[in-house]
């Protein structure tokens, strides 16, 4: 990391920041522990850990396309050794990747003589229904009509 305007202390604090250390890592610098927050807060401290972070997650980026590969690579290592649970875990995973646990959306149109024949049904009473479920009657051109 090019240190540009930071102090000496202000790099080992974003040094110690970036590998994962917690804030008091601005006393291991030799800080005041009355300092943390300010040193925190400081504007050449903020932009460093900024344009550090920004390299890290660039140089770390994965790819979709990588994880699926991985996870596909588990599932394979975990068929041939046989471990049952290894293999659903990563056909889970491998699942919500590709969105096959997504809820599927089904849309339902109605034409109007569609829409007026249920508004028909809406209004029969449940013998009716029952009659008509059962074959004893029959709706012909959204009319009730009782089998002999």
């Known amino acids: 990391m090019a240190k540009g305007k930071l102090t000496e202390k202000q790099a080992k604090v974003v040094e110690a920041l970036l590998d994962g250390s917690s804030p008091t890592a601005a006393v291991k610098a030799g800080y005041p522990t009355t300092s943390n927050p300010l040193l925190l807060r400081a504007p050449d401290v903020v932009a460093a850990l900024a344009v550090a972070r920004g390299e890290l997650s660039s140089a770390a980026q994965i790819k979709r396309a990588d994880v699926l590969e991985m996870l596909v690579q588990a599932y394979d290592t975990a068929h041939m050794t046989a471990e049952a649970g290894n293999m659903v875990a990563a056909a889970r995973e491998?699942?919500?990747?590709?969105?096959?646990?997504?809820?599927e959306t089904i849309k339902v149109e109605m034409t109007m003589q569609q829409a007026k024949l249920?508004?028909?049904?809406?209004?029969m009473s449940d013998e009716e229904l029952l009659e008509i479920?059962?074959?004893?009657?029959?709706?012909?051109?959204?009319?009730?009509?009782?089998?002999?």
């Open 94 to 103: 491998i699942g919500k990747m590709l969105g096959f646990y997504e809820p």
């Open 118 to 123: 249920k508004s028909k049904f809406e209004i």
């Open 133 to 148: 479920a059962e074959g004893r009657a029959r709706v012909v051109d959204g009319d009730y009509v009782r089998l002999s």
